[in-house]
């Protein structure tokens, strides 16, 4: 049906105010915006962080002008211009954040609701421990804290460091469900080695206990960068030009998504390359791990360069290019499809 709906205006005033003095609405003046017809409505708009320029500058400011004890975290959030400053969202689910650690501080233990990830930006010397776990942050490491998993960052090197956090604090937050508990002490380091990056580094092959209990739920909780660059460049010889070399991160016991909502992926644009990638329901942010280039999002053409951080809406068209000749780029991307696939609603288009 696509007639027109009765409006409010339509209704006696008295009884339309009745209604809402019993906390009563009638729906048809709100269909059509609850629901409307074959595309969703979209406040977020394609969006563009410049690293270099912009937020870097901002953040080393925040570094002089709040100690850390002042802040816990460290971080200028990623606001989309179309939700609006206080709504701390990149898009309708994702939380974006740039945190900054000086070298000896540290940011306190605690556990929360919603997960997060980190993607190192830049810095050495910068970890985080996660279930008793030291894990390095290398540029371009992608670490999980899984909900309900303590966790807190520390510092031995002699630079600042950087990193993207990425958290589904949206969604969470907005099923009033966002909470977090204070640690108050430092966690016991149990395992020194990374021994979960170690024991799951190749694929293929997994630890032969593995298949002698049920699987973990999060078995693996950092990524190195230099195994994910590695795989795209190989993965880039076997794959026609034009279709996007694009690799998953994957829990390694189930081969399923390793977060419960957010989805992790890197993909390798090869030197002049242009992909156009398949329109999906979910929303999704990019974040240039290295090389430049433009990302086209609904039409819009956002020009990045290393470090940058982008935006798109759910439903975009994205179409991505490299702007070297000689050198690949490099993309990290988020997405919330594995809460679509898990709700059932999740969609890929043909077009
Ligand atoms: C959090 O726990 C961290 O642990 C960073 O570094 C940013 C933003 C909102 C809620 C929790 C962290 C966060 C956060």
Same mark, same amino acid.
């Given at each position: 049906?696509?007639?027109?709906? &009765?409006?409010? #205006? ?58 850390? #004890? ?11 211009? @179309? ?23 540290? /940011? ?7 997960? *997060?990830?980190?993607?190192?930006? #830049?810095?050495?010397? &910068?970890?985080?421990?996660?279930? &008793? ?12 804290? $899984? ?6 960052? !520390? ?10 956090? /990425?958290?589904?604090? =949206? ?31 190749? @694929? &293929? ?18 990524? *190195? ?12 010889? +076997? ?15 189930? !081969? ?6 957010? !989805? ?13 990638? $398949? ?8 974040? +240039? +791990?290295?090389?430049? @280039?433009?990302?086209?999002?609904? @039409?819009? +053409?956002?020009?990045? #360069? ?21 050198? =690949? ?23």
């Amino acid at each position: 049906m696509s007639t027109e709906l &009765g409006r409010v #205006e339509d209704l006696p005033p008295d009884y339309y105010n009745g209604l809402r003095s019993r906390n009563m609405m009638p729906l048809w003046p709100s269909l059509r915006a609850a629901l409307p017809f074959d595309m969703p409505s979209r406040r977020t708009k394609p969006a563009l962080w410049r690293y270099r320029q912009e937020v870097r500058p901002d953040l080393m400011r925040a570094g002089e002008l709040t100690p850390i #004890e002042k802040a816990e975290r460290r971080v200028l959030v990623l606001c989309n211009p @179309g939700l609006g400053l206080d709504e701390l969202k990149a898009t309708p689910t994702i939380y974006i954040g740039l945190q900054l650690i000086l070298p000896g501080e540290s /940011a306190p233990n605690h556990k929360h609701t919603p997960s *997060a990830v980190r993607f190192v930006v #830049e810095g050495k010397g &910068g970890y985080t421990v996660v279930r &008793g776990e030291k894990l390095p942050m290398h540029r371009g490491d992608l670490i999980l804290t $899984p909900p309900g998993m303590w966790h807190e960052h !520390g510092h031995d090197g002699n630079e600042p460091v950087v990193w993207l956090d /990425a958290l589904d604090l =949206p969604l969470v937050y907005g099923v009033e469900a966002s909470y977090c508990v204070d640690g108050h002490k430092s966690q016991v380091i149990t395992d020194p080695l990374n021994s979960s990056a170690v024991r799951f580094a190749q @694929g &293929g092959v997994v630890p032969y206990a593995t298949l002698n209990r049920p699987r973990g739920d999060y078995p693996m909780l950092r990524f *190195a960068w230099n195994n994910v660059r590695s795989t795209l460049v190989e993965l880039a010889r +076997v794959t026609p030009l034009g279709q996007a070399v694009h690799l998953a991160y994957v829990n390694p016991e189930t !081969g399923r998504e390793c977060m419960p909502t957010l !989805g992790f992926s890197a993909i390798m644009l090869r030197p002049g390359e242009e992909v156009r990638l $398949p329109r999906r329901s979910s929303s999704a942010v990019f974040h +240039v +791990v290295e090389g430049g @280039g433009s990302a086209a999002i609904d @039409g819009e +053409v956002l020009t990045f #360069e290393e470090a940058d951080t982008l935006a798109a809406p759910t439903h975009a068209t994205i179409v991505l290019s490299n702007a070297s000749k000689t050198a =690949p780029a490099f993309l990290f991307m988020v997405d919330d499809a594995p809460m679509q696939r898990k709700l059932g609603f999740h969609e890929v288009f043909d077009r």
